[in-house]
DNA sequence: GTATTCAATGTTGCATACACGTTTCTTAAC
DNA sequence: GTTAAGAAACGTGTATGCAACATTGAATAC
């Protein structure tokens, strides 16, 4: 086994473990591991190069951030993305989103500054020819989770993320047709100029418009692609 | 050191690991361990009669939950939960709730027997010279969680559940004045009757400020508290 | 007395060993 | 050929050992 790589820990942030848990994260936000495959601390340690100590931490965290589920007899299987829970989560998105753009609050203060940042970023990308599919799912990732922190809630921006991160695998489907692609930047574009008129409402109205189309066009086309998914039999793959 | 407990694992829920959680996880969140202290695994471990490997995989848990915070150079502390940080998590918790009430799609059924259970329990509960501050803390979580649960979003439900444990420490300040807590379950029962009779918007409005009434006792009381925990000096307790 | 070096101690991150339960394969009986 | 019993291989949960830092305190130089 390597351990000549074993030169600075402790005080390093990128340790075993962490890479470990990235890796793996990738590797399931991908979907090179099959859904509901099972993992095996092993296998997976000898992949990386590592012992089965950073693997099952990471394996921990990402138990914890809902991307494996508990084997019924010890270990984790990657987690099963059904239609059902991502409704919920588009649902949690929604609330989370519209109640950061509203923040009635008087006494509090918009982070104008990125917002119009924000803006020339996303004008920038007008026509939108440059971004494809999956790279695109990251781009309004982006723009969703700044548009959140300017309502200046951390912790709320912070779940957000999270929640977003959990959809991703599936977000991808949002933007297969290029026409939702151009829609898109149309609708943030339009979103980030409500706010910044100050016409908060409006804003919200066409946010929560805009997350509703991008769920009923995911739903539509990952109900197919999942059965597909779980059908192919890997339920019972190793890893 | 006691290996005798070590019968029936591997199929067994209740391992070293998760007790060692949940011990933790009462230690920090009953304010027995200060905040600011860091923890040390080898102490935490003799302390429960096991080794360090599921002490690490708790406060690897708690991490991840928000209840420690990395120290600085390796290890961890429990965390300071600052009144802004309380403040950001009261608006989170208003986001879930009052989008879990307001569930304005048409094709979508609240669980009424649940909700009938719920002003049941609350009615018994009348008065309320039976329980008392941390106690009834509990009780509080228990109506807001079952009244989101009934909004048919059990993802939202979870999340929500565990918002309200990270404020939990402080959330017994609310029930400190006995008025508090009679108050309490005359606004809940209010709630849910408001809810049963379809009064959506109603309940919504009394939800809200219910929860902003809350937010803000707590926030008076917890201020100087926070202030006394901090000063004492314990931050560099080591556990 | 103050600063500097260096040893001693403490703590974490990782690797590995082991125990116990599970699954799978082999072998024998019928 | 099918089934039952036993053995072997497997996988997880936990304990422990060790290396790499960090920290503290003592000894020495000035």
Redesign the interface.
């Known amino acids: 086994m390597d351990t000549s790589s074993r030169t600075d820990l ?2 390093d942030s990128n340790t075993a473990s962490s890479t470990a848990y990235q890796a793996l994260k990738t590797l399931v936000l991908m979907g090179d591991v099959p859904i509901g495959a099972r993992l095996r601390e092993e296998r997976l340690a000898e992949r990386m190069n590592v012992s089965r100590t950073p693997v ?2 990471a394996l ?2 990402l138990h ?2 809902h991307f494996l589920e508990r084997h019924s ?2 270990g984790y299987r990657v987690i099963n993305p059904s239609v059902q ?1 991502m409704r ?2 588009y ?2 998105r ?3 989103e ?3 753009l509203r923040r009635s609050d008087p006494h509090f203060v918009r982070d104008r500054d990125g917002l119009l940042e924000l803006r020339e970023d996303w004008r920038a990308l007008d026509g939108g020819e440059s971004a494809i599919d999956a790279e695109f799912v990251l781009l309004d990732e982006d723009f969703h989770r700044r548009l959140a922190e300017s309502a200046g ?4 921006a912070e ?1 957000l993320r999270k929640v977003n991160e959990r959809i991703r695998p599936v977000r991808s489907h949002d933007f297969m047709n290029p026409g939702r692609i151009a829609a898109t930047i149309e609708q943030h574009l339009a979103i980030v100029e409500a706010v910044l008129a100050r016409k908060t409402s409006q804003a919200a109205t066409m946010l929560d418009r805009h997350i509703c189309e991008s769920q009923t066009v995911v739903e539509q086309a990952v109900a197919n692609v999942l059965e597909r998914m779980l059908s192919v039999g890997e339920r019972d793959a190793s890893w």
Chains 1, 2 share one sequence.
């Open positions: 402790y005080t099952r931490e921990l965290r914890a951030e007899e010890g829970k919920e989560l649902d949690i929604r609330a989370l519209l109640h950061a809630n951390p912790q709320l779940q």
